[in-house]
């Protein structure tokens, strides 16, 4: 694991963007895999800049989305296809055939499931998978409890989840109980993952993840596995862990 303890929100989307990037501009075919929540709203933000500013271009890349909820279509203002639309797809250069997220309103749920793997893995798989972490410790909506193993399927909320949802409905009747998410297992078949984190809301879940037992209770601590994860984190959600990071040394923070 590569762990970046970085000032705040802003430094923590600076760097986020210049992975992000450089992957573009090192392989502008690359299938890229994109996140949801206010997290990676900071490095969306940037990387439409970068369009703008100097053509990064987004028109050979393939993108797959980690979730959606089930039951909300596509142009519900709370679905995440009109998140990613809204916060960075309608600002670049990409058109729909590029773009993958799970339909919330899929009538046979497993067989669109297992579309979308095929369809991961006819684009070759994930060049560079974008996390966020829940408060809760899950990832996409592996929830706690979710198979470490575990595939593109249908997952109930957890009830923190669903509360922490809620703040964004307006009709509590909408508020999703069951969403589609990439498996863990499936995540972590991405050549790279960059897993973001930021404020004291996650310093918890950030000490689970990257110093607690590799636990299906902490579907994110699955990232000490991976081949090669980036992790980016602010000094808030790093203030629970007991080892500092500086330069890819670890070393404990009494020392
Ligand atoms: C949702 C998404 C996750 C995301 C998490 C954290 O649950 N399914 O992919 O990481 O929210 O969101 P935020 O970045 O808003 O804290």
Redesign the pocket.
């Known amino acids: 694991m590569l762990v970046e303890v970085v000032d705040n929100y802003e430094t923590l989307s600076d760097r986020a963007a210049e992975v992000v990037i450089q992957q573009i501009r090192e392989k502008p075919d690359s299938t890229l895999g994109f996140?949801?929540?206010?997290?990676?709203k900071g490095l969306y933000n940037r990387l439409i800049e970068a369009h703008e500013e100097s053509g990064l271009d987004f028109s050979k890349l393939t993108t797959f989305n980690?979730?959606e909820y089930v039951g909300l279509p596509p142009e519900h203002e709370q679905s995440?296809a009109r998140y990613m639309w809204s916060n960075l797809f309608n600002h670049v250069n990409v058109t729909e055939s590029q773009v993958h997220i799970p339909h919330g309103m899929a009538e046979d749920v497993d067989s669109h499931c297992q579309w979308y793997e095929r369809r991961i893995e006819e684009a070759g798989g994930i060049d560079l998978q974008i996390?966020?972490?829940?408060?809760n410790g899950?990832?996409?909506?592996n929830e706690p409890g979710s198979s470490l193993g575990s595939r593109t399927r249908i997952k109930t909320l957890a009830s923190k989840?669903v509360k922490?949802?809620a703040r964004y409905f307006e009709d509590q009747d909408m508020v999703p109980e069951y969403?589609i998410?990439m498996g863990v297992g499936t995540i972590m078949e991405a050549d790279e993952v960059l897993l973001l984190a930021s404020g004291e809301?996650?310093a918890e879940a950030m000490k689970k993840t990257l110093e607690g037992h590799i636990t299906a209770m902490t579907p994110a601590s699955m990232v000490q596995m991976h081949r090669f994860a980036h992790i980016v984190i602010d000094e808030e959600a790093a203030s629970e862990l007991d080892y500092q990071h500086h330069h890819g040394i670890v070393e404990p923070k009494d020392e």
């Open positions: 996140a949801t929540g206010g997290t990676p980690l979730d995440y996390l966020g972490v829940g408060a899950h990832i996409a909506f989840t922490d949802n969403a998410t809301r996650k």
